[in-house]
C-alpha cells in the first residue's frame, strides 16, 4: 500500500475539523480557519514524531568534553511535548468559540 503523503493528511484532518465546526456562523468559522489550519498540522506532524518515538525513543545519548557524559530527552521528545501543549491550546481555543450548549457534543467529536 502506497504511503499517503503528509500534504494529503493534513488536507484529510482538516476536511474532519471543518466538518465537526461546520455549524459556526461565518464570522466565528472564519476566525476558526486559522486554528483548524494549525490543529491539521500538528495532529499529522505528532503523528509522524510518535513514529520517530516509538523507534528512537524518548532519550539520547550526550557526550560533553571526555568525561561528561549520559542520557538527555531527545529533541524529537522536546518538539513532541511543545507540540502537544500547543494544540491542545487550539483545542480550547476553538472549542471556546462554540456555543456553549454546544461544546460537549463539539469535544467528542474532536476527541473521535
Do not use: C
Amino acid at each position: 500500500m502506497a504511503k499517503v503523503s503528509k500534504e494529503t493528511r493534513i488536507k484529510r484532518k482538516k476536511s474532519e475539523l471543518l466538518e465537526i465546526f461546520s455549524t459556526l456562523d461565518g464570522n466565528k468559522l472564519k476566525t476558526a480557519m486559522t486554528l483548524i489550519d494549525r490543529a491539521a498540522f500538528m495532529t499529522v506532524s505528532l503523528e509522524d514524531l510518535e513514529e520517530v518515538l516509538r523507534m528512537d525513543g524518548w532519550v539520547e545519548d550526550y557526550q560533553n568534553g571526555q568525561n561528561q557524559f549520559g542520557k538527555k530527552k531527545s529533541a524529537n521528545a522536546d518538539v513532541y511535548l511543545s507540540m502537544t501543549k500547543n494544540l491542545t491550546a487550539i483545542t480550547k481555543q476553538l472549542l471556546e468559540i462554540v456555543p456553549a450548549e454546544k461544546q460537549k457534543s463539539k469535544l467528542e467529536d474532536l476527541l473521535r
